[in-house]
């Protein structure tokens, strides 16, 4: 396909009225999923790709080849579009600043925002400062500082890397101090969580426009495995609607509060006395919003578009009463096509999504939905399916 | 993007356990809209493009230049692909009649069922020899013919091409038998059909697998507007079970009388005593199955991939109880986002699909749809955001 064709660049009203072009940092799978909305709603979203064989880069029409964090490849990418945004929060802030602050291309989210997903430190601090509800946290800067953190957190302490993690990287539970030395060493600086006793892992979903409009989506229940996401019901089950409106406003706060553009995941701990503490920022579509994509009247990788591209927002209301997604994490199955068949065989309403990936032990390599009235039903239906297509058909669950 | 790359011929068990290539002849907006349920399914779709402005041919990784009825063209997507497909029914019959004796490339639909969507004179003897319902209809070779078909249908005449019609192309209506006189000379034969006195139009749409399995959508009711597709309801209203039931057992029986693969619409003419009579068919997703890409568990796009592909079908349930489509048809408007970003800001419930299209008066471009209770309630607000979207936000519905 030919590349883009170099524009004039946008006037800013250009920009306030809404662009038509919308540059995707990273070829994954998050922005493998934004192409189909952005097809429907006529934007131009070219991708940056390390490699060509990356889960958007292979399906995308318009690839730049380039790393994230290589100035040049970023700055070529903005200069065929009106806004960038991103299909994870590994760009360097500096990069992102300075083509920010030279005003060509919009940056969304905003480094100032985006900082908060990336350096886990500056968003513990803010959210702190800003008196949202945070588990207790340490800054560790020496051995010191872990053995005093210890002490006061009862012996055990959740240590994270303040950039560079996802999923279970860059996380890891301690209960003696040298422990978090090598990292210590590597980092420089450390944050350190207590462990929360939480009784479930909530998520909630907003997407706000440059000028503020803000949208909620119903909070979600997502069960992790070995630290990814795994599962997720939409709507949470039990959290009654004055719980699920304290959260929503939670999440719409922190949106206001850091200047979020684009879709914001608050990812929470639930406490046994029903409050929540907030866990991670993610600034992008998310794991805990895929089942928006077949449940929801606008799905969150066209919500994200519609902000960062300063389109009005679309409704976040639900299709059914209740949604339910579950991840296909890399098992026995090399080849994903005949537990493919025979999971649609067995589910004609099972939305599946492939994302392209080989597959590898745990990877995330795709997700099926599905919608209903009963969230048991529907998730031994999706666990069904994932076994098929992981395990392969003549796995247990087949036929 | 890199071509496909040359992939060995699949063995008759491949093809038959599910295709992994779909090749679309053709890169209009059918197209266009396969291209997001194909990156989710994981199929790898290459589009045939006569050019590169073409609606599918900008958004599409995998793009082969060349002309629908250019047999090197055909070839040589064929011969990327598992299966071939269509965006419309232009293809000469004899190049997929060669394509599927040879055997290397799945043509589905084939030519021998594509043929009754290709010639209407071969669908009227066809439909009629198998007693399904049709308007009287006449084989027109000369122009006493037509003259004796005019004093037979009461003085007025449908006069139909039997090929390369679409949309109002290629349909007059005549009262002389002189009107006739150039398209027989141009075209040898014409179809000549009553001119039904109908109460609306109906459409009926089925998906079928190449082994036979098939599923109904809910008959619709259409509404055109100079012969070009207008405003869909979804189901239609007023149409009692029974009646859907009958309706959509005349289309599947239509779709294995005649062997085909993919999507099959059924239009319809519904007369006052509640009979119905076949239109036309189209053997490919169709513009009286856009509700469903919103309004279905399995929308229109997906289902002919995954029945070309010889996967299983999805679900045809709707997911509201009534869903609505209406067209854009070039206007006023030259720049559609204007308009777009104002439906957009009334209607947060508005789905809308944009083609990439140039405007030209009357032109299809897009189409928006809406999910509800109401369908005039949904009409009138898919009506509003189309006047927005065609005469631009300045017009008398705009804020």
Request: hydrophobic share 45%.
């Given at each position: 396909m030919p590349e883009t064709p170099p524009r004039p660049a946008p006037s800013a009203s250009d920009v306030d009225a809404g662009a038509r072009s919308v540059g995707i940092i990273g070829a994954g799978q998050l922005a493998r999923m934004m192409l189909g909305p952005a097809i429907e709603l006529g934007l131009t979203t070219p991708v940056l790709a390390t490699d060509p064989a990356e889960s958007a880069a292979d399906v995308a029409a318009r690839v730049r080849p380039g790393r994230h964090d290589d100035e040049q490849a970023v700055r070529a990418l903005a200069a065929e579009v009106e806004v960038i945004t991103f299909d994870h929060e590994h760009v360097p802030t500096a990069i992102l600043e300075r083509l920010e602050q030279e005003g060509a291309t919009a940056v969304r989210p905003g480094p100032a925002a985006l900082v908060h997903a990336q350096d886990k430190?500056?968003?513990?601090?803010?959210?702190t400062a800003l008196g949202h509800p945070c588990p207790r946290w340490w800054r560790i800067g020496t051995a010191d500082d872990v053995a005093a953190a210890l002490t006061e957190a009862g012996g055990r302490l959740v240590i994270k890397t303040p950039r560079g993690g996802y999923d279970a990287h860059g996380v890891m539970l301690i209960d003696r101090a040298e422990q978090a030395q090598d990292w210590l060493a590597q980092h420089g600086e450390l944050l350190a969580e207590e462990l929360v006793p939480f009784t479930?892992?909530?998520?909630?979903?907003?997407?706000?426009?440059?000028?503020?409009?803000?949208?909620?989506?119903?909070?979600?229940?997502?069960v992790q495995k070995d630290g990814v996401c795994y599962e997720v019901v939409a709507p949470a089950p039990g959290l009654d609607s004055a719980a699920q409106q304290r959260i929503q406003g939670l999440a719409l706060a922190i949106a206001e509060d850091l200047g979020v553009t684009g879709m914001l995941a608050v990812e929470l701990f639930e406490t046994a006395d029903g409050e929540v503490l907030v866990n991670e920022l993610a600034m992008r579509p998310h794991n805990t919003g895929h089942w928006s994509m077949d449940g929801a009247v606008t799905g969150q990788f066209e919500q994200h578009l519609r902000a960062v591209a300063d389109l009005p927002l679309g409704s976040t209301a639900p299709l059914a009463p209740v949604s339910v997604m579950v991840n296909l994490l890399g098992g026995a199955a090399e080849d994903l096509a005949p537990g493919a068949r025979a999971a649609l065989a067995a589910d004609p309403a099972l939305k599946l999504h492939l994302y392209g990936k080989s597959v590898r032990p745990g990877r995330k390599i795709g997700h099926v939905t599905l919608l209903g009235d009963d969230a048991e039903e529907l998730l031994a239906r999706a666990h069904r399916a994932e076994r098929l297509l992981i395990d392969g058909p003549a796995s247990p669950a087949g036929p």
């Open positions: 430190l500056v968003m513990r601090e803010r959210l479930r892992e909530l998520s909630a979903q907003v997407a706000r426009r440059p000028g503020g409009e803000a949208v909620a989506y119903p909070v979600v229940q997502s």
